[in-house]
């Protein structure tokens, strides 16, 4: 587990580096330097006609513009003038035309009657929406401040003992080198006395 509140290990640049080296090799062990993603998404699976259409706009072909011949009120051509057949479809384009005019009235009508406090009441909703994230944002962030002030706090006071405890253990250490020591000096004087014996 790492301490990076008490552990001054980093500090040193020669230990920055040798880090520093262990990630490179670890991210050239682990292939591109391109995350890793899920599946590529089939977009319009449900609509070959929207499908094609970006087929051709990823292949660079351009799209056309809206077709706008069929909101043309035309009367038959010369050869059917005296057709009634053409000119009861030219009457019925006229009247299809007709009802998308009064359609496309009706709705600026509504705008201009409606638009502006739609519009208004569409802004209160997002800034509602913006306030709320915001706030969501800010708790995150008061969250996180506090994980890491006590996360200091047990840091700081594990790396006290931690430091009590290493210095045990150098004086324990220290004690049995002199112990072992004092062995082998006495075990020199054994075996001296020995000898002269």
């Known amino acids: ?65 809206i077709d706008t011949s069929r909101f043309r009120l035309e009367p038959p051509q010369a050869s059917e003038k005296h057709s009634e057949a053409a000119w009861k479809l030219a009457v019925d384009n006229a009247h299809a035309q ?19 406090n739609a519009w208004r009441v569409s802004n209160f909703q997002v800034e509602a929406a913006v306030k709320l994230v915001t706030a969501e944002v800010e708790e995150r962030k008061a969250a996180i401040l506090e994980v890491n002030k006590e996360r200091k706090i047990e840091q700081t006071k594990a790396g006290t003992e931690l430091q009590a405890l290493e210095q045990r253990w150098r004086d324990l250490v220290d004690q049995c080198l002199r112990i072992d020591i004092a062995n082998q000096v006495l075990q020199a004087e054994i075996d001296e006395l020995r000898a002269t014996a």
Do not use: C, W
Not at 5 to 16: F, G, N, P, Q
């Open 98 to 116: 007709l009802e998308h005019q009064q359609n496309r009235l009706l709705n600026l009508e509504l705008l201009n009657a409606y638009g502006a």
């Open 1 to 65: 587990m790492a301490l990076p509140y008490i552990d001054k290990d980093l500090d040193s640049a020669d230990a920055r580096d040798y880090v520093d080296n262990l990630i490179r090799e670890e991210m050239r062990s682990m292939g591109g330097s391109k995350p890793s993603v899920g599946q590529d998404v089939s977009l319009f699976e449900n609509s070959p006609a929207l499908k094609s259409l970006l087929a051709s706009v990823s292949n660079g072909v351009s799209t056309s513009a």
